[in-house]
């Protein structure tokens, strides 16, 4: 099992580019949330996903920010036209129903 | 929603001593509280988990303990060793989405 995958590990995107961040959930689980850690911060809540619909988004920027979860292929997290203040570890989780989250280990976004 | 606030934010310890970490959470619908260490620079890793139906559960130097009545629920370390400094996260969840405390720098001084 190959765990939670999260690709890629780190990306720089230029001011006003889009970034994709993709995470594979591990065998079974059918829950996807991702969060955001700033440094030195905690794990801040943005979206949770089952297969082809959005849960709980309430975490996430109106604007901007955009995330889904296809019946086939990895779930997206999708950031557009990307500013400094988006520069974050962006981190994937899933589990079954509620419980044992495990995580991936993240993508690092720089925006320059 | 759910709103989970975790004290200290951080915390320094001589290695040996115990350290306590403390979180209360706010939904009482909430029934899983899972314990995370991260690591710089790494995933969080998840140490230990209670749920609603249990007060306590122990592995090795590391125990939970849950009041439900009072909606808080901490993280004890026994005989600290400087392996055991990180970020340590406290989280709450209904069974749908979780919700995160703001964390705890726990340094093991040798």
């Known amino acids: 099992n190959a765990g939670v995958m999260q690709n890629p590990r780190h990306l720089v995107r230029r001011r006003g580019q889009e970034a994709r961040l993709r995470c594979s959930p591990m065998k079974g689980h059918s829950h996807v949330y991702w969060y955001r850690q700033l440094p030195e911060e905690g794990l801040k809540f943005m979206v949770y996903?089952?297969?082809?619909?959005?849960?709980?988004e309430s975490g996430m920027p109106k604007e901007r920010f955009s995330a889904e979860f296809p019946k086939e292929g990895p779930s997206i997290l999708r950031i557009q036209q990307v500013v400094r203040g988006d520069s974050a570890a962006y981190f994937c989780?899933?589990?079954?129903?509620?419980?044992?989250?495990?995580f991936g280990s993240g993508t690092r976004l720089t925006v320059v | 929603g759910e709103n989970v606030e975790q004290h200290p934010s951080t915390l320094s310890v001589q290695e040996g001593d115990s350290a306590v970490i403390k979180c209360t959470y706010s939904d009482s619908a909430s029934n899983y509280f899972p314990w995370y260490k991260q690591e710089l620079g790494k995933r969080p890793q998840l140490i230990i988990d209670?749920?609603?139906?249990?007060g306590e559960k122990k592995d090795q130097r590391i125990a939970v303990t849950l009041n439900k009545t009072a909606k808080h629920f901490s993280l004890h370390i026994t005989e600290t060793q400087p392996e055991d400094s990180a970020v340590y996260f406290c989280a709450a969840s209904t069974g749908n989405d979780m919700r995160f405390g703001a964390g705890t720098r726990l340094t093991v001084k040798p």
């Open positions: 209670i749920r609603s139906n249990v």
């Open positions: 996903l089952q297969k082809e619909n959005i849960i709980d």
């Open positions: 989780a899933s589990s079954k129903q509620g419980a044992g989250y495990t």
